[in-house]
């Protein structure tokens, strides 16, 4: 995965009973798109802020996050400048991200297990629309999570198919397979 990952234990939240694994990870990768996205968000937000100097604006919290904005009683944004050290800060995140658990592990075993998990979680997302999830056309809350479960297990159902398939089959004898099925 061109991760570098390392786990520390400490609890969750502070009156938490348990032990939590907290694997942090940095991706290089993933930092240089993370920047890229953030350093075009910035611009457009500027882009933004300079059409609308002398005019009545409000704006919302992406703007003061990353802008010290001034405006004039009457609501009219007379100027703005970058807040470095708010900035600074989201790029310092860049690349960086975490897995939490429950269970000793180590942060090798915590991604594997996450990606595991995270192909069928996508798929379930992606097919969402084919199922018919986009509307819900049930009646009740309960007919709405029963809906969702089987809707899960379907895909996942879908998942262990596929990837059952691609381990029994190699390349030269899935092209074998395919030839006594056509032929």
């Known amino acids: 995965y061109r991760v570098y990952g390392k786990t520390v234990t400490a609890k969750l939240y502070e009156d938490d009973t348990q032990e939590r694994f907290f694997h942090l990870f940095y991706n290089a990768s993933r930092q240089a798109a993370e920047r890229q996205q953030l350093e075009q968000l ?3 937000l500027e882009t933004f802020l300079d059409k609308h100097v002398g005019t009545a604006v409000t704006l919302g919290r992406t703007y003061q996050e ?3 904005l001034r405006y ?3 609501n009219i944004l007379l100027s703005y400048s970058e807040k470095k050290d708010a900035i600074k800060a989201r790029l310092e995140l860049c690349g960086d991200f975490s897995i939490i658990t429950s269970e000793r592990m180590s942060a090798t075993q915590a991604l594997v297990q996450y990606k595991g998990r995270d192909i069928p979680e996508k798929l379930f997302g992606a097919d969402k629309s084919f199922l018919g999830s986009r ?4 009646q009740s809350d309960e007919a709405l999570s029963a809906k969702l479960f089987i809707e ?3 895909v996942l159902s879908a998942t262990e198919t596929h990837f059952s398939l691609l381990a029994s089959f190699r390349a030269g004898s899935l092209f074998s397979k395919m030839d006594s099925i056509v032929g």
């Open 42 to 44: 910035l611009s457009r």
């Open 66 to 68: 990353f802008f010290s």
């Open 72 to 74: 004039s009683k009457d």
């Open 135 to 138: 509307s819900a056309r049930v």
């Open 152 to 154: 899960f297990i379907a």
